[in-house]
């Protein structure tokens, strides 16, 4: 396990242990899809990869629990716009 995940302060940073599982997993889900790492490191550890972005403000949960990136490229911008529900965006029957 890597020592960050034995912190306090990922776990606080995020909101709690849950938020933080379910952050890391959904994380997880896009890397192994293709999604591009949004930190810069000398590793093919997605785990990792997901920590560094985690404590450097790079991913998040909204209030939703939808994974928000911070920092992508417009690529990325485009795609993540072409993943929102649509219910999200609004204009339905609320």
């Known amino acids: 396990m890597l020592d960050e ?3 306090e302060g990922i776990v606080n ?3 709690g242990r849950f938020k933080l599982s379910t952050l890391i997993q959904k994380r997880m889900v896009a890397l192994n899809t293709g ?3 949004l930190v810069d490191l000398k590793t093919n550890d997605k785990l990792t990869i997901v ?3 985690i404590l450097q403000d790079k991913i998040f949960l909204d209030q939703s629990g939808n ?3 911070r920092g992508g490229s417009a ?4 795609r993540r716009a072409m993943l ?3 219910s999200d965006v609004g ?4």
């Not at 690529?75 to 485009?78: H, I, L, N, S, T």
């Open 91 to 94: 204009g339905g029957d609320d």
């Open 75 to 78: 690529g990325d911008a485009v």
């Open 13 to 15: 940073k995020v909101g």
């Open 67 to 69: 994974l928000v990136m």
């Open 35 to 37: 999604a591009r790492p």
């Open 84 to 86: 929102t529900d649509i």
């Open 5 to 7: 995940l034995k912190e």
């Open 51 to 53: 920590v560094q972005e």
